[in-house]
């Protein structure tokens, strides 16, 4: 356990001395690689040092923010489905607030997601891609947790709109206060969605919408769609879980060009 958290310190230390040299000469996307990856060493270690703490009296170091992975799991878990990175950064930023989950912080999160994941040194929650049903690779900036079944990670041809009205479900569900762990900016959240009726069945052009109405157009809709998506899906998931576990988690990787 020792030998594992000194390789760790280490490569926080490595990554700290990178990150002052990137931001003389590298410019800020070397910077925010580098920044997402000792976020991921910082977890791995909390891990490993929570794991060798025999005694409860001993205090773990404090951590003051959390880090990328653990703030698009949060939203990941509000939003209750897949959803892209475009909008995982702007359902954070109107529920939860704090610094913005800009795009430069999530660039290399993936990557490092998978790096982790294969290198055993944590059991924790990685957030990985969706992956189509058709061919098991990942899709492109669609982000899941690792906890949800294989099946709800999978994207079959019609699912987009599934996730969609899930995502709307809970949203509205949460502004309208049934989810007490979002705190965010309410005219973020009014107009996230206002936004987001636009593409719902009957409420097109109806100003104002409440959460309420939201809510259960969403879910009218919703319970039309699903069962057609849910027995793709688990048909599909059947035949992922026949994948080793990285690629269940990742995908199968692209073919190479020869």
Known sequence: MNEALDAIEGEMSRLRTEMRTAAETSGSARLSELRSRLEAAQDDWFALFGASVDSP???AAPRPLKSV????LQTLTLIGAPAR????????????GGAPLGASRMASLRRDEER????RRS????VCPALHTET??????????????????????GT????????????ADAAAGAAGEAHGDGDAINALLTSIALNIPGLAGSKPVSAARIQAAAQRELD?????DQDARGQAAEAAAQLAPAEQMFGIAAPQNT
């Open 57 to 59: 009296a001993a205090p």
């Open 136 to 157: 098991f690779r990942s899709a492109r900036s669609v982000l899941v947790s690792s906890d949800w079944p294989l099946q709800q990670r999978l994207l079959a041809p």
């Open 85 to 96: 990175q475009k909008t995982i950064r702007t359902v954070h930023d109107a529920f939860f």
């Open 160 to 171: 987009d709109q599934v996730n969609y009205l899930t995502m709307a479900v809970n949203l």
């Open 69 to 72: 992975r653990e703030q698009v």
């Open 224 to 228: 039309r769609l699903l069962p057609a």
């Open 123 to 126: 059991t924790r929650t990685h």
């Open 116 to 119: 982790s994941f294969r290198s």
